[in-house]
T-cell receptor, first 111, second 115 residues
């Protein structure tokens, strides 16, 4: 699975959009970009994933660059409950069981 | 649906004791996995199973045993606990059906301390 690079921490004001970047310059053509988050002391939670098109669901939007070497997770109206560690993971769909979480980005939403 | 259920939530062991961490899922998922999470280390895969009767090692399997006799259950056994096994343990499952999104569902975790 391709490696990813994320900033270790970010801050965001409550009610504003949180934009979390991820670099995956060695991504292969059949690898998807997945985002998970882990709120303190809880199990990781799936947010969204995509292959090359932008995706949106009830939690977030995912913007993938045309060359697929980077992506941005957008939380449109961040709340205090969005404070968590966000992990960007690149893997093939149906691939090996191992999820390489890395260290992620610690997002702190401030009141 | 309850999703992925882990028991116990907390456990304290003495060095050398044995115990089993329980994991059950009610989503009929074929794949199940065990991870451990240590401060600053992220999640590391211990063992995983692609179906009943089939298990395989992850990146940190030493000191742990698993079995998968049913689709629903995937217990993790510590035969002789060591302080290095103090960690938070997460169980996860995902479907393996054509068209599935390959999304992992995680339990709430078991916090284990070995004294």
């Amino acid at each position: 699975d391709a490696k990813t690079t994320q900033p270790p921490s970010m801050d965001c004001a409550e009610g504003r959009a949180a934009n979390l970047p991820c670099n995956h310059s060695t991504i292969s053509g059949n690898e998807y970009v997945y985002w998970y988050r882990q709120i303190h002391s809880q199990g990781p939670q799936y947010i969204i994933h995509g292959l090359k098109n932008n995706e949106t669901n009830e939690m977030a939007s995912l913007i993938i660059t045309e060359d697929r070497k980077s992506s941005t997770l957008i939380l449109p109206h961040a709340t205090l409950r969005d404070t968590a560690v966000y992990y960007c993971i690149v893997r093939v769909q149906g691939g090996s069981e191992k999820l390489v979480f890395g260290k992620g980005t610690k997002l702190t939403v401030n009141p | 649906n309850a999703g992925v259920t882990q028991t116990p939530k907390f456990q304290v062991l003495k060095t050398g004791q044995s115990m089993t961490l329980q994991c059950a899922q009610d989503m009929n998922h074929e794949y199940m996995s065990w991870y451990r999470q240590d401060p600053g280390m992220g999640l590391r895969l211990i063992h995983y199973s692609v179906g009943a009767g089939i298990t395989d090692q992850g990146e940190v399997p030493n000191g742990y045993n698993v079995s998968r006799s049913t689709t629903e259950d995937f217990p993790l056994r510590l035969l002789s606990a060591a302080p290095s096994q103090t960690s938070v343990y997460f169980c996860a499952s995902r479907p393996h059906r054509e068209g599935s999104k390959n999304i992992q569902y995680f339990g709430a975790g078991t916090r284990l301390s070995v004294l």
